[in-house]
């Protein structure tokens, strides 16, 4: 089976009288298999937002080659934005209406029975919440509506920017669960672009991670993990000052091995094995208080991968900008079933 979707080679570049050209996407390739939850990753500014917007036909790409379905995009985008559900950052609504109303009036006008809004709102988990008006939900609430929005035509595939901003954990897990019951048993396509690497590590099948505007990386979630494992060693001293010497001695010991400075702990990389930090150590006459063998997981992996990872004891948190220019034209946008004239600004809050 064909992939669902296709990008090859993608560019994009934003010019502004006043600002230097920002490469938004530099050659970015990426590849989504059918029936699968795909997680599309990487720092803020890495191009994510910018490749979506380019595959539904929201901004024009500079160059590559880009298909849905196997249809051209946008040239043939017409052809299968029936089959698309979309929701790519704030979701928008008339902040008056409830969200029952919005929903039936949206099936309404894509000629889709009333009824389509209650089941939606069944699956998002909005049933008891469907009469109040828009104004007074919460930003994870609008977050729901949003994905039920984007449900509402039954899509083959269903693309989602942050789709867990302002649950809570109950609200996340009943979306992960949504999620995966429409990919493994509807057979719904579902990409994902997240920064909650835990989540994406319990919710997909496969990924690519970004960077920079170019992949960097992509198969499934637990070949990436494993691929790039190997243990590391958290060390920890009953006096943090010896924080700097023992880096010092662990690092000039072997070549092959990797020393982080954290607040109150060293991590250690390509060790030969556990023995031989305490050895090294206490041959300099350092002694440790706790030595912690972890597993990395997939956010410490997206931190290798990125280039984000903490060094010289500065902690860089996930979703922090590898790059200090991001799209300028970036805003709240959906790709709706039938969009509302003169709509209310959205309550939406910032991501």
């Not at 920064?195 to 979630?221: F, K, P, W, Y």
Request: charged share 20%.
């Amino acid at each position: 089976m064909p992939p669902v979707i296709e990008i090859s080679g993608l560019r994009k570049t934003y010019r502004k009288r006043s600002r230097k050209p920002h490469q938004a996407l530099d050659g970015l390739d990426l590849e989504v298999a059918a029936g699968q939850v795909h997680g599309f990753l990487g720092p803020n500014g890495s191009g994510k937002t910018t490749t979506l917007r380019a595959l539904l036909g929201l901004i024009s790409a500079d160059g590559g080659s880009m298909k849905i379905f196997g249809e051209e995009a946008p040239a043939r985008l017409p052809h299968v934005i029936s089959r698309v559900g979309a929701v790519v950052e704030s979701p928008q609504f008339f902040k008056h209406f409830s969200g029952r109303l919005t929903l039936q009036l949206l099936a309404e006008s894509a000629g889709l029975a009333k009824t389509r809004a209650d089941e939606v709102l069944e699956q998002v988990g909005l049933r008891d919440q469907a009469n109040r008006k828009i104004k007074g939900y919460s930003l994870g609430m609008r977050q729901r509506l949003a994905v039920a929005q984007a449900l509402l035509k039954q899509p083959e595939l269903l693309i989602l920017d942050e789709p867990a901003n302002g649950l809570d954990p109950a609200g996340i897990h009943h979306m992960r669960a949504l999620l995966q019951w429409l990919a493994h048993e509807q057979g719904v396509t579902v990409v994902v672009s997240s920064h909650l690497l835990s989540e994406v590590q319990q919710l997909c099948d496969s990924m690519t991670i970004v960077s920079n505007g170019r992949r960097i990386v992509d198969g499934a979630v637990d070949d990436i993990i494993a691929g790039h494992s190997g243990s590391l060693l958290s060390v920890k001293f009953a006096d943090p000052a010896q924080l700097t010497e023992a880096k010092d001695v662990l690092t000039k010991a072997e070549e092959q091995v990797s020393v982080t400075a954290e607040p109150n702990r060293l991590v250690v990389t390509g060790a030969p094995e556990a023995a031989w930090i305490t050895k090294t150590l206490a041959d300099s006459g350092i002694y440790l208080s706790e030595l912690i063998t972890e597993t990395k997981n997939l956010e410490s992996v997206f931190l290798e991968l990125t280039g984000t990872a903490p060094q010289n004891g500065q902690a860089v948190q996930v979703g922090q900008p590898i790059q200090t220019a991001t799209d300028p034209d970036a805003a709240g946008i959906q790709i709706p079933v039938a969009a509302p004239v003169g709509a209310d600004s959205a309550e939406g809050g910032q991501q």
